[in-house]
């Protein structure tokens, strides 16, 4: 690996020296053999967007592939900053609401991430370098360029957890000009918000780009009652810096560097019919109004560095990609999830949930692309990624022993050990020594799970002839995983050690230290044919895998490790143009199977009241999917975009809570997915525009989770209409026009998650 870095430094070092010997002309800028979609001249185009789906640059149109992409245009014109959001405009893809606030869930064609502590099911790119890894909490997206999304298993070319999809956010890189843009905005709940960013070229060569955001809603749908407060607000800010250097043709070098720090909620949810506790709560919450003595706050701030060094020589394209990302969250909740002390009845445990992370992260990559216009073209790669991720999980829990004296204490030790004469503590029965608090650590300090993966790929594409080509593509994957775990109760004072005994069965003192490797071939197959220069057809074989690791959710020893999961799709589609090039329609088809699935198994240890459960793979899943995308442009100032797509993913095998699932549908996943929008510029005259823009969202079918609770229908519309002068837009705003709300996640102890409510508002924007 030295070697290959010394070579990379070497050619950067000759480039710049000597530029006279390079060579003259990108390959990029070479005549490809293939057919292209005709250009009619002074004709607005369909899908001309460049993008780099297959890891190298081609138009959108071209794109052997069911690829979304989003452009950052239409991201501002709907002022989306949110990655659930970004989502919404892809066929077959949902993203879950985190109850949490700790991770971005993306569900792509059924493929999801069914714990907090597994790994994540999509790889995530920023610029097209690895961003993934444990709590992949992705903040506020603010001057994008454009959003890529790669549908179905992508480990043969993205590597890394892409066994669902890969999603690739390319941010506005700094030009050679000087500009920027400011954006200020201020709607309902009292949310304002200020982003932008100004690009400056210091020389020829070499320019910044410095974005800035601040976003501040100190209101929100949900009030907590008790602490006279709204559970869903929050505050998030960042800089992101960007670099360019090109001291030729052949050479660039972009850095960048990012800083976001975000305060919100951390569970912001309400319980219908009474939280699962000893008791329930003697309040009844709505979607409106909740009733908690603790705050459930979570703060979260995140360093990411990346660079792009990439030379260009007549020996064809290299790249070295690295990223490094140290991730930190802090967040307490209201772990009883009601107002009730400790003393308010007997059977009442009182508890606070208190939680401390570090991830911390580093990527590394080698890539190579041969010459592009040969008959034969290769691109190879080599990667590297270590990751540490720290936690702490604190239960702070009170219950008052003077409630609990006879019957009453028998009940509660007949709960929680199954032992009706409290025989565990000592004396037997509950002492009448008043109020006793404990913290039980789980996991405690000097927790964590380290990786280490190591991988490296081959691909070849052969044009067979002009119009028919055949690429093969086969990377192999090794990581190695170790855990670090402890656990113990601490009693808060001497009368605590009676509580102790209670809790000692669930959360049992001890230590453990386990180490677990996994490996992977994961090859797949493309079939490209242009049989007339407006249609794209191609066939897909691919494969994914997502590495196993251990269940931070279960105090059983034997139960912590759980094994890897693969994928395997077969899929056909095409894209083509019509009404010359002002109309792309694009279909795809496709089959694909999940084997050694994870699915949530009972804790044995734990009692059945605290809903305890482990990892396992147990589960097999079919999926049959079809999705269907459309993009005309009616004139220079009218597009319409819109997609569907719809799933049938059930499981095939697998046993979770003691019952078969076969049959089930997957959970978290839609059946229909619908996506229409409308962007429109309409000259008024030669100084203004008129903006009218529409987004129609709609989700049907599918369930919440594998008991086959329903998910509701949801359709959402969000609206903007405003006035354009020169480089300056004002527009006012409504997005969930109608306020469609519906429960996007359910938690176990009754909690329900609602989607977003209607906000509205003004938004002025000034470029220069």
Request: glycine fraction near 10%; charge should be neutral.
């Amino acid at each position: 690996m030295a070697c290959i870095f010394a070579f990379f430094y070497y050619i950067t070092l000759h480039s710049v020296l000597c530029p006279a010997r390079a060579t003259a002309q990108s390959p990029h800028k070479k005549n490809r053999k293939l057919p292209v979609a005709h250009l009619e001249h002074g004709t607005p185009q369909a899908e001309q967007m460049e993008v780099t789906a297959r890891r190298t640059t081609q138009r959108l149109s071209d794109v052997p592939a069911p690829m979304t992409a989003i452009s950052g245009q239409t991201l501002h014109n709907f002022d989306i900053l949110d990655m659930k959001s970004i989502m919404n405009m892809v066929p077959n893809a949902v993203v879950p609401t985190d109850p949490q606030n700790i991770n971005t869930y993306i569900n792509i064609r059924g493929i999801r991430q069914v714990d907090n502590n597994a790994d994540p099911n999509f790889g995530v790119y920023r610029n097209g370098i690895y961003d993934g890894g444990l709590r992949t909490n992705l903040g506020p997206q603010v001057d994008v360029a454009r959003v890529e999304v790669n549908p179905g298993p992508q480990t043969g070319l993205y590597g890394r957890d892409a066994v669902g999809g890969a999603v690739n956010m390319v941010y506005a890189a700094p030009e050679q000009k000087t500009g920027g843009y400011l954006t200020g905005s201020y709607g309902n709940y009292g949310r304002g918000e200020l982003q932008g960013a100004i690009n400056v070229p210091l020389s020829r060569h070499f320019a910044l780009r410095l974005t800035g955001w601040y976003i501040d809603q100190p209101r929100g749908a949900l009030y907590n009652a008790t602490l006279h407060e709204y559970e869903d607000r929050y505050r998030q800010q960042g800089l992101r810096l960007g670099a360019k250097w090109t001291p030729n043709d052949n050479l660039s070098l972009t850095w960048m560097a990012e800083y976001g720090d975000v305060h919100g909620p951390s569970l912001a949810g309400y319980a219908p019919n009474g939280v699962a506790n000893l008791i329930q709560s003697g309040a009844a919450e709505t979607p409106g109004v909740v009733y908690r003595d603790t705050p459930d706050r979570s703060h979260n701030h995140q360093l990411y560095l990346s660079q792009d060094l990439t030379y260009r020589s007549r020996w064809g394209t290299f790249q070295w990609l690295s990223a490094y990302r140290d991730y930190h969250l802090d967040s307490v909740e209201d772990g009883d999830r009601t107002d009730l002390s400790a003393s308010s009845y007997p059977l009442t445990l009182q508890n606070q949930f208190v939680r401390h992370e570090n991830t911390r992260n580093y990527y590394t990559e080698l890539l190579w692309s041969s010459p592009r216009n040969r008959r034969l073209t290769f691109m190879a790669g080599a990667s590297y990624f270590h990751e540490y991720f720290s936690f702490q999980q604190i239960y702070n829990t009170k219950i008052d022993l003077s409630l609990l004296q006879g019957m009453w204490g028998n009940i509660a030790c007949d709960a929680l050990q199954g032992d009706p004469t409290c025989s565990a503590i000592p004396g037997g029965g509950f002492p009448n020594t008043g109020l006793q608090a404990i913290s039980e650590y789980a996991p405690g300090p000097g927790s964590g799970i380290g990786t280490q993966s190591w991988s490296g790929f081959v691909s070849s594409t052969f044009h067979i002839t002009p119009s028919l080509s055949l690429t093969a593509t086969a990377r192999y994957t090794h990581d190695r995983k170790t855990l670090s775990y402890n656990q113990y109760n601490n009693p808060v004072n001497a009368s605590g050690r009676a509580i102790a005994a209670l809790f000692g069965d669930v959360y049992p003192d001890m230590s453990l230290n386990d180490t677990a490797a996994y490996g992977n071939w994961s090859p797949s197959a493309e079939l490209n044919y242009h049989p007339f220069h407006n249609v794209n057809l191609y066939a897909l074989y691919s494969n994914g895998f997502r590495a196993g690791g251990f269940s931070t959710t279960t105090t059983t020893p034997s139960l912590i490790q759980y094994g890897e999961e693969t994928a395997t799709n077969y899929e056909l589609g095409g894209r083509t143009q019509w009404l010359g090039g002002r109309l792309g329609v694009n279909a795809s088809l496709f089959y694909m199977t999940q084997k050694h699935l994870l699915l949530d198994e009972a804790d044995p240890r734990a009692p059945a009241a605290f809903s305890f459960y482990y990892l396992a793979n147990v589960g097999s899943a079919r999926t049959y999917g079809a999705e269907l995308s459309a993009q005309l442009m009616l004139t220079r100032w009218w597009s319409l975009s819109g997609n569907v797509g719809w799933l049938h993913a059930r499981m095939a095998g697998g046993q979770s809570y003691g019952s078969y699932v076969a049959g089930q549908s997957l959970p978290d996943t839609r059946t229909w997915t619908t996506n229409i929008r409308s962007e429109m510029a309409y000259p008024i005259t030669p100084t203004y525009n008129l903006l009218f823009n529409a987004n129609w969202h709609h989700e049907a079918g599918g369930v919440l989770d594998i008991t086959n609770v329903p998910w509701h229908s949801l359709d959402r519309l969000d609206l903007t209409l405003g006035m354009a002068w020169k480089k300056n837009q004002l527009v006012v705003f409504a997005n969930n026009a109608f306020n469609n709300r519906v429960v996007d996640y359910a938690l176990t102890d009754g909690m329900d998650i609602l989607t977003a409510p209607a906000t509205y508002g003004v938004r002025f924007t000034a470029a220069f």
